[in-house]
């Protein structure tokens, strides 16, 4: 366990551009360091604001897109294409725009995919297909990505992994089906919390107002199955990415002042 990192920025738009930042160093030096690099998307407001600002971010070339491989934290289990579906999003956001290895795209599975409306089968074989790419240097079920970000929800949600459901308790498998999510849709597909783990970096982001509780409740010693966001921790880092607003319930002493 690491204690958690907290930056705080101005406003959601700053915050937005300097997490971009951020992931650009980080992926051009695993591209140096380890040839290719890996990162965990997430959906949401806070996730798509960054893939939108890397897009128009001057460094975004330095990127060589065909040697990254992308993932997802979770997918809102809907038919191909649903524009409520993270890859979507996210294609709409970014990935339509950089030249990206299509056999490195890891997509989750969508509800008309080869195994139609069963999610937890559309689970297992995410599980499978992360295992496949994990080499024996991962020393487990998953690859050791170098940075998964994930949205902080308001109740605390993090991935779709939701406070008290069975999916935040899971300490076996890697990927599992969410059925009865408090926010819509009900049915959903997530890594656990065992496979946020493997991560060096996880990076939380958190804007807005309606974020301030979620921060204030998993930076103050909440158990992980009341507060998810309280157990996503990164084997070297985990880091907190807030605006001020999301920042306003947190003791002053937890972060340096606000980027100007
Ligand atoms: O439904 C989801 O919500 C969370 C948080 O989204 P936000 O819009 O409140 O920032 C997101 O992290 C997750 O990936 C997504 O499926």
Redesign the pocket.
């Known amino acids: 366990m690491n204690t958690p990192q907290l930056v705080v920025h101005r406003d959601k738009e700053l915050m937005a551009q300097a997490a971009a930042a951020r992931l650009i160093t980080k992926i051009v030096d695993a591209q140096a360091s380890r040839g290719s690099a890996s990162v965990v998307l997430?959906?949401?407001?806070?996730?798509n604001g960054l893939l939108a600002a890397l897009a128009t971010a001057p460094a975004r070339d330095a990127v060589d897109w065909t040697r990254l491989d992308l993932w997802w934290?979770?997918e809102?289990f809907l038919p191909e294409g649903d524009p409520e579906r993270?890859v979507t999003q996210a294609r709409e956001a970014l990935l339509d725009a950089v030249p990206l290895d299509p056999k490195r795209v890891h997509a989750m599975p969508a509800s008309d995919g080869p195994h139609g409306s069963d999610v937890d089968a559309a689970a297992a074989a995410y599980a499978e297909e992360l295992a496949l790419a994990a080499g024996p240097e991962n020393h487990g079920p998953v690859p050791t990505f170098d940075v998964l970000m994930?949205?902080?929800?308001?109740d605390t949600?993090?991935?779709?992994l939701f406070p008290e459901l069975p999916a935040v308790r899971e300490t076996e498998r890697t990927v599992v089906g969410v059925h009865g999510a408090p926010?819509p849709p009900p049915t959903?597909v997530s890594l656990t919390l065992p496979a946020i783990r493997a991560a060096r970096e996880v990076w939380l982001l958190a804007a807005g107002e309606d974020k301030a509780e979620a921060a204030q409740i998993a930076l103050s010693g909440a158990g992980e199955i009341q507060a998810p966001a309280a157990g996503a921790q990164g084997r070297q880092r985990t880091l907190w990415l807030l605006d001020a607003a999301a920042a306003s319930r947190l003791p002053r002493a937890l972060y340096p002042p606000a980027s100007p």
């Open positions: 997430t959906g949401g407001r806070n996730g934290g979770d809102r993270n994930l949205g902080v929800g308001p949600h993090v991935a779709s926010k959903r």
